[in-house]
Every structure is written in structure tokens, then in C-alpha cells.
């Protein structure tokens, strides 16, 4: 065989490889099931005033998320939006909380009480390709699950009959625990959720 034949060759199999690994990671277009604003006012129905509230987390607690939850922050900082009543009472926080999967982001905000438990949550953005395994948890309101639990509760999915909306279900209820621990850590363990 000769040196261009073997470099066409070599050529031709680099393309494979590369085109091979870019159809294996493949990102559909967004859908965006619920606005931001539209999932605030949702999550903070009783609030008559709305503040944001930047956090930014110090090394110890990011070490104190990524122990309870396994997850390692990787935000510099972290916004919630928090929702007051008439005497200026904290009804809830709202933050969004995104996992990059395969198939592409999967975006939940979640709404926490002043005691840290878990209020509401919403998925607010999955990708075309996911929306077919996350509908079914949509329609059922799967996020309901969790309300009351704090970032110390479970938050094992219960079991599904696919195995895709299983690691959906899973993901979604992961998200709902890290928006919790997160909330606790850099708000209410600071003293700063009343």
C-alpha cells in the first residue's frame, strides 16, 4: 500500500471517529415548558413582594453540598428569588437548578419555604428529545412527591415502567434535593431565611 492510500485511509477512519462521537452527543432544541417569571409567581403564589438574593458559596460549603448530595456546585453564585407577604414575612425562595445530561440540559425551579423544606418545584425546560420521557412525570405533577421534605429527606424517584423516564424521573428528583441542600446551606444555616 502506498503512503497517500494509507493516508486516505487513516484520513477516512479519523472522520468516522470524530462524526461517530459527535451523533453520540447530540443536543435537541430546547423546549421551554414554563417561562422564568411565570414559574416564580407559580412557586411564590401568596407573595406580595419579590426580592433577589445572590448567594455566593464559600469552599466549606460547597464541601457540605457535595457531601450531602454528591453533587460539586459549579456556580459561582446562585440567585433566589424570593417572595415576601404584607408584613414582609418570607413565604418562599425560588431557585433554578440545571443537569446537563446526554439528551441535553434539564432545567427545575424550586420553590423552599423559610424552614428549608421544599414548597413546589416546576421543570421549566427540558430538550425535544427528553420531552418524551418527561411528559408522563408532568402530567402525573411527579414534582409533588416532594413537597414538605427538606435537603435531608429522600429523594429516590419512585420506580417507573420505562427505564428512560426512570432516569428522568431520578434526575428531576435529584435537582428538587440540590435545590434544597443548597438553600439550607448558603441561606438558612446564615440566618438569612426569615
Known sequence: ????????????VGAVVLLGGVAAAHITPPVVLVSDRDAIVGLLAGARRFFVREVRLAPAERQAIRQQTGWSPDDDFYRFYVGRDEQNRVVAATVFV????????????????????????????????????VKPLLDENFTRTYVGRDGRGSFKAPARPDSMGQFYA???????????????????????AA
Open 1 to 12: 500500500m502506498n503512503r497517500s492510500a494509507v493516508r486516505g485511509l487513516v484520513g477516512l
Open 98 to 133: 440545571t443537569d446537563f445530561t446526554i439528551h441535553g440540559p434539564v432545567r427545575v425551579a424550586v420553590a423552599l419555604g423559610p424552614d428549608g423544606k421544599v414548597k413546589g418545584a416546576t421543570v421549566v425546560e427540558v430538550t425535544e428529545e427528553t420531552y418524551i420521557w
Open 170 to 192: 431520578q434526575v428531576i428528583a435529584s435537582l428538587i434535593q440540590r435545590a434544597a441542600v443548597l438553600f439550607e446551606v448558603s441561606v438558612v444555616k446564615r440566618g438569612d
